[in-house]
Each structure stands twice: as structure tokens, then as C-alpha cells.
């Protein structure tokens, strides 16, 4: 089990400019989730895949943001044109099975900071 | 829908008391309930949690928690605070047919020597 792996750590950009971030999630889980977490706040749900089935969004997903995990291993988050309020913590986390009653495990995580 | 609160978004124990940290939970069906650790600069980690088994339900370093459905509670505890117990805390609720975590805003752990 080498855990969940996210690249890269940290992300410095300028306002406007598009960002990708990578999550390689644990190897046998078909579940995989992105999170934001912003300063003093916990984890914010912004999608989950099934697989390669992107089956959830939250309203805190914008036209902006793309996530795509297209074998069903490995995710992509991009950002296009961003903003300051992008400025953030995105986590990613991955679970074995189809109910909720899994414990999703963690990435350390990309900081993203927007200049 | 589901959500919960953590009561206290800061926590202060001297080194060797009892640490207490306050979750309560909604939820209009029966919820799966975790309490996580997030070290600075860090992803969070698993301490425990509960799956409608156990009632109390015991976890990594030492930490403890028990379901009460009555009060809609799922206080975390540890009878001992360490140093390297300081840390941020998020208490996270799921339900069956759920897909995603819905998670508390955090309680900051200071432990004083």
C-alpha cells in the first residue's frame, strides 16, 4: 500500500493562467474523490469517480474546473483562467467499495496559490 | 442531507489530561461517522470510525469514540494527551447510498507541556 500520491505539492501561478494537478490513487480503489480545503475549514467535496465514471459534482465545481480519470486509475484536476478565490488546499482520496461506509484515504495534498 | 458540527474550533490540554473533542452530527438516516487527523502542511488521516457496529469504537494513538444515537454525538476521547497529539481534528459523517464525506470544520489541538 503505497498510499495516495498527489504531484505537484504546492502550485504557484499567476491570475488567469490554467492549472493541472495529478492523483494517483491507492491501486485497487475504484473510488476516487477531490476536495478543496481552504484555511480553518474542513474538506469540501467537489467530485468523486466511480472508476472512470465521473458520477457526482458539487455546485462548488464551475465551468472552470475539469476532472477527468480517464482508465480508471489515475485523476486529473484543471483549472482554467484562475482566480485568487482558487487559492486553496485541493486534496484527493480514494475508497475500495460502493457504499459509504468505506474510510476514504488521503493525499497530502496540492496547495495551490494564485499571485 | 447530512452535516456536522464540532463544537470548539480550538481545544487547549496540558500534556497527560483527558482530551475531549466535540462532534454532533445530522442526519435523516442511520450515518456512518469518522474522525480524521490533519498534521500541518499534511493530507488527513484515518483515526477511527463507525460503521453501525460497536457503539464505542476504539482507533489509532490511542483515541476513542462513542456513538450516541440519542444525543447525535460522536465524541472523540483520549484519556492522555501527548505532544504529538497536537494536531487539527475533523469529525466527517456518510451515509449507505452516500458519496461523498461531508466533513466538520475542524477543532485545533494545542497540547501544553
Known amino acids: 500500500d503505497t498510499g495516495v500520491s498527489q504531484d505537484p505539492r504546492h502550485k504557484i501561478t499567476k491570475r488567469g493562467q490554467n492549472v493541472t494537478f495529478r492523483c494517483d490513487p491507492i491501486?485497487?480503489?475504484?473510488?476516487l474523490y477531490w476536495y478543496r480545503q481552504t484555511l480553518g475549514q474542513g474538506p469540501e467535496f467537489l467530485t468523486y469517480?466511480?472508476?472512470?465514471?465521473?458520477?457526482?459534482k458539487s455546485r462548488l465545481l464551475s465551468d472552470r474546473f475539469s476532472a477527468e480519470r480517464p482508465k480508471g486509475s489515475f485523476s486529473t484536476l484543471e483549472i482554467q483562467r484562475t482566480e485568487q478565490g482558487d487559492s486553496a488546499m485541493y486534496l484527493c482520496a480514494s475508497s475500495l467499495g460502493d457504499t459509504g461506509n468505506q474510510p476514504q484515504h488521503f493525499g497530502d495534498g496540492t496547495r495551490l496559490s494564485i499571485l | 442531507a447530512q452535516s456536522v458540527t464540532q463544537l470548539g474550533s480550538h481545544v487547549s490540554v496540558s500534556e497527560g489530561a483527558l482530551v475531549l473533542l466535540r462532534c454532533n452530527y445530522s442526519?435523516?438516516?442511520?450515518?456512518?461517522l469518522f474522525w480524521y487527523v490533519q498534521y500541518p502542511n499534511q493530507g488527513l488521516q484515518l483515526l477511527l470510525k463507525y460503521t453501525s457496529a460497536a457503539t464505542l469504537v476504539k482507533g489509532i494513538n490511542g483515541f476513542e469514540a462513542e456513538f450516541k444515537k440519542s444525543e447525535t454525538s460522536f465524541h472523540l476521547t483520549k484519556p492522555s494527551a501527548h505532544m504529538s497529539d497536537a494536531a487539527e481534528y475533523f469529525c466527517a459523517v456518510s451515509v449507505s447510498t452516500g458519496n461523498q464525506f461531508y466533513f466538520g470544520t475542524g477543532t485545533s489541538l494545542t497540547v501544553i507541556p
Open positions: 469517480f466511480q472508476n472512470e465514471a465521473q458520477l457526482e
Open positions: 442526519s435523516s438516516v442511520p450515518p456512518y
Open positions: 491501486s485497487e480503489h475504484n473510488r
